[in-house]
């Protein structure tokens, strides 16, 4: 059973991987035994994460380029395959939000996040699924969002993205699943990062809604999501195909409990 979880000989791709839940999620396969290539767009914060992961004893190979790039994405996928081995898992972690209404919202903002948070994951499952269907195998992971199945104020071009990528995941996971690929997705809650670090104090009101509105009563430490990737990205996950797991301390269970 313990061989179900062992990623060793697997050549890992994360994307946004230079902090952040990205990180948390690079970490987890890379101490089960996966190699590790992480993304991201600007080279003073692929070199601090380069040390970062040094320092916890993982080699992670960085490349650099714009996951909305087509051309650019397929140039890089194929110089990772011929430098550090073919793609068997791709996690698709780059994203971005804009909090805006939506009678306010500029259309060219709008495009902007669905290109990082929808299209940005087609384009990389594209390209690295290409050579999973000829090598017969492969698994790729979405991170989705809460926002896949809510909405909420301000977010609108984030949530219609997400909500998107819910049913990319499952689309892909039916016309790939013939050549035992899997595609699944992820949707975490809030979780306990540095850009949430100033809102994450007590009295502050965002963050006693999410600590009344989550069931566990807390926020989520990125080390909770690395039990959800490494399962998608293993051998236990072979007949787990379309799904999303939401690792969000149980706030889509809920319509919310009363105030202590």
């Avoid at 690079?26 to 101490?31: E, G, M, P, S, V």
């Avoid at 979780?191 to 963050?207: C, K, L, S, W």
């Avoid at 566990?216 to 999303?244: H, M, R, Y």
């Amino acid at each position: 059973m313990k061989n179900l979880f062992d990623l060793s000989g697997k050549v890992a791709l994360v994307t946004g991987a230079t902090h952040g839940l990205g990180m948390a999620m690079a970490k987890a396969l890379a101490h089960h035994g996966a190699t590790l290539v992480v993304n991201g767009h600007t080279p003073s914060k692929m070199d601090a994460a380069l040390k970062n992961y040094q320092a916890e004893g993982i080699q992670a190979h960085g490349y650099l380029f714009d996951v909305t790039d087509a051309s650019k994405v397929n140039e890089s996928i194929a110089q990772i395959e011929a430098e550090v081995g073919p793609i068997d898992i791709l996690v698709n972690n780059a994203g971005m939000i804009m909090r805006v209404p939506a009678l306010e919202m500029d259309p060219e903002d709008f495009r902007k996040v669905v290109d990082v948070d929808l299209v940005s994951p087609f384009i990389l499952s594209q390209a690295v699924g290409k050579s999973m269907v000829k090598r017969g195998g492969g698994k790729i992971i979405n991170i989705c969002s809460m926002m896949s199945e809510l909405g909420r104020d301000t977010v609108s071009a984030y949530a219609a993205a997400k909500g998107g990528l819910k049913m990319l995941t499952k689309n892909l996971a039916t016309e790939w699943a013939k050549y035992n690929i899997q595609v699944n997705g992820i949707g975490p809650g809030y979780f306990a990062t540095e850009q949430t670090a100033p809102i994450r104090v007590d009295g502050h009101p965002f963050n006693d809604w999410i600590v009344n509105r989550t069931p566990a009563g807390k926020w989520g430490d990125p080390e909770d999501l690395a039990g959800a990737t490494v399962f998608l990205s293993s051998k236990a996950s072979d007949f787990v195909n379309g799904q999303i797991l939401y690792v969000d301390g149980g706030i889509l269970a809920t319509i919310g409990k009363p105030k202590d």
